[in-house]
């Protein structure tokens, strides 16, 4: 089945009490049993609901995948991965990420004795050079947030595989439309949910989406063990976003590639992060695991006062203010003070995040009033 066919079908059913052809939304706590234990597979909704059921099936067979897990967030997600991890065993960590993945990481579970090195994978035999007895885990974000860096996913997954390491992709700037990390190699794919799969800025979620039995099983066990399940209405928003995934993410590869080239060649622009651009670092390897480029977009101005790219923020008016991303309408965001302030400003300054980047996620909007609002808000 192709990919429009799965969103729209996979693991699907009209409601077999009614033919209802939307998943009802289960929206209860706990399920009759007729005598203990004997029960219709459903017990309590921590546990098991068939709404989250039905969006997990979805889920993993848009990844490709043999299982699948859904949290209250993408760092509820996350926070179950890092579970798996021992005191004493080590993570390296794509050195660009979200900030908060990076703050899970640094603040909470480096108090439980897990350690983490913040390494670019740009130079794989330079981090092999890292890995020790102790390393379980690489953790990937490709492409980046907020530089858009490509990771080459077949090559780390390759070295992980010599290790013994697992390697975990947040999929999450791509979206399963454009990156299957799974059939790349990698163990684990990670999806903040609220982004591209939901699409319309209304809910808040995560995903796992695993091969591994053996892991599915550890995953779940945490999911139900730890508690942070998302709630049955949210799994039928996301149902239901997720049936036109395919079509957003075209409409937002195209409109970021017209932003990115605009910003290219505006006078006011210092520098433009897009994986679609020819002169991209990565290009290469984007063009070889992804299907598109995706709809995130950061630049910076040639000015390099803090004023002038606030200024810029604020003059804007189609592209909102605002953190998150992956929704239908445009957002502007300032990664030093919002989605990356709790990273420390040396920690970014050293991996290439200046506070001059402006992160653009590129909505579904017409791109020629996004790009008369950009080039207005320039001046
Ligand atoms: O917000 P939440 O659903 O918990 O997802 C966390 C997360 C994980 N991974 C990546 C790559 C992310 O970008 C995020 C969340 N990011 C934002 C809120 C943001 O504006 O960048």
Same mark, same amino acid.
């Given at each position: 089945?192709?990919?429009?066919?799965?969103?729209?079908?996979?693991?699907?059913?009209?409601?077999?009490?009614?033919?209802?052809?939307?998943?009802?939304?289960?929206?209860?706590?706990?399920?009759?049993?007729?005598?203990?234990?004997?029960?219709?597979?459903?017990?309590?909704?921590?546990?098991?609901?068939?709404?989250?059921?039905?969006?997990?099936?979805?889920?993993?067979?848009?990844?490709?995948?043999?299982?699948?897990?859904?949290?209250?967030?993408?760092?509820?997600?996350?926070?179950?991965?890092?579970?798996?991890?021992?005191?004493?065993?080590?993570?390296?960590?794509?050195?660009?990420?979200?900030?908060?993945?990076?703050?899970?990481?640094?603040?909470?579970?480096?108090?439980?004795?897990?350690?983490?090195?913040?390494?670019?994978?740009?130079?794989?035999?330079?981090?092999?050079?890292?890995?020790?007895?102790?390393?379980?885990?690489?953790?990937?974000?490709?492409?980046?947030?907020?530089?858009?860096?490509?990771?080459?996913?077949?090559?780390?997954?390759?070295?992980?595989?010599?290790?013994? =390491?697992?390697?975990?992709?947040?999929?999450?700037?791509?979206?399963?439309?454009?990156?299957?990390?799974?059939?790349?190699?990698?163990?684990?794919?990670?999806?903040?949910?609220?982004?591209?799969?939901?699409?319309?800025?209304?809910? +808040?979620?995560?995903?796992?989406?695993?091969?591994?039995?053996? =892991?599915?099983?550890?995953?779940?066990?945490?999911?139900?063990?730890?508690? #942070? =399940?998302?709630?049955?209405?949210?799994?039928?928003?996301?149902?239901?976003?997720?049936?036109?995934?395919?079509?957003?993410?075209?409409?937002?590869?195209?409109?970021?590639?017209? =932003?990115?080239?605009?910003?290219?060649?505006?006078?006011?622009?210092?520098?433009?992060?897009?994986?679609?651009?020819?002169?991209?670092?990565?290009?290469?390897?984007?063009?070889?695991?992804?299907?598109?480029?995706?709809?995130? @977009?950061?630049?910076?101005?040639?000015?390099?006062?803090?004023?002038? #790219?606030?200024?810029?923020?604020?003059?804007?008016?189609?592209?909102?203010?605002?953190?998150?991303?992956?929704? @239908?309408?445009?957002? +502007?965001?300032?990664?030093?003070?919002?989605?990356?302030?709790?990273?420390?400003?040396?920690?970014?300054?050293?991996?290439?995040?200046?506070?001059?980047?402006?992160?653009?996620? @590129?909505?579904?909007?017409?791109?020629?009033?996004?790009?008369?609002?950009?080039?207005?808000?320039?001046?």
């Amino acid at each position: 089945m192709k990919f429009a066919t799965k969103a729209i079908h996979a693991g699907l059913e009209p409601d077999p009490s009614t033919g209802a052809i939307m998943t009802p939304i289960f929206q209860t706590s706990t399920y009759v049993q007729e005598s203990p234990g004997k029960h219709k597979g459903y017990e309590y909704a921590r546990t098991q609901n068939p709404t989250r059921d039905a969006l997990q099936n979805n889920l993993a067979a848009l990844e490709n995948g043999k299982h699948a897990l859904c949290f209250a967030s993408g760092l509820a997600a996350t926070d179950a991965i890092l579970k798996l991890l021992n005191p004493g065993d080590e993570v390296i960590s794509t050195n660009d990420l979200y900030g908060g993945t990076y703050r899970i990481f640094t603040k909470v579970f480096e108090r439980y004795g897990i350690k983490f090195k913040f390494l670019s994978m740009d130079d794989a035999q330079h981090l092999e050079k890292h890995i020790t007895n102790e390393t379980k885990l690489f953790w990937i974000e490709t492409p980046t947030n907020p530089l858009l860096n490509i990771v080459d996913i077949r090559l780390y997954t390759e070295l992980a595989k010599k290790y013994n =390491i697992l390697t975990c992709v947040d999929n999450t700037f791509a979206s399963p439309y454009l990156q299957n990390p799974l059939d790349l190699g990698a163990d684990i794919v990670l999806h903040s949910v609220t982004k591209y799969i939901g699409g319309h800025s209304d809910s +808040v979620m995560g995903a796992i989406i695993t091969n591994h039995k053996d =892991i599915y099983d550890s995953l779940k066990f945490i999911q139900n063990a730890c508690g #942070a =399940i998302p709630g049955p209405q949210d799994c039928f928003l996301i149902l239901r976003g997720i049936k036109t995934l395919h079509l957003r993410m075209e409409r937002h590869c195209e409109n970021a590639k017209k =932003i990115a080239s605009f910003l290219l060649q505006n006078p006011k622009v210092e520098q433009v992060f897009y994986p679609g651009l020819i002169n991209h670092p990565n290009h290469l390897v984007a063009k070889k695991q992804m299907n598109d480029f995706g709809g995130m @977009v950061s630049f910076s101005l040639k000015s390099q006062n803090i004023e002038d #790219a606030f200024l810029f923020m604020r003059k804007l008016k189609l592209f909102s203010l605002a953190e998150s991303l992956g929704g @239908v309408e445009s957002l +502007v965001g300032h990664p030093a003070s919002m989605t990356h302030a709790s990273i420390p400003k040396s920690e970014r300054e050293k991996n290439g995040l200046k506070d001059t980047l402006i992160r653009l996620s @590129v909505g579904v909007e017409d791109a020629s009033d996004l790009i008369e609002d950009l080039e207005s808000a320039i001046g």
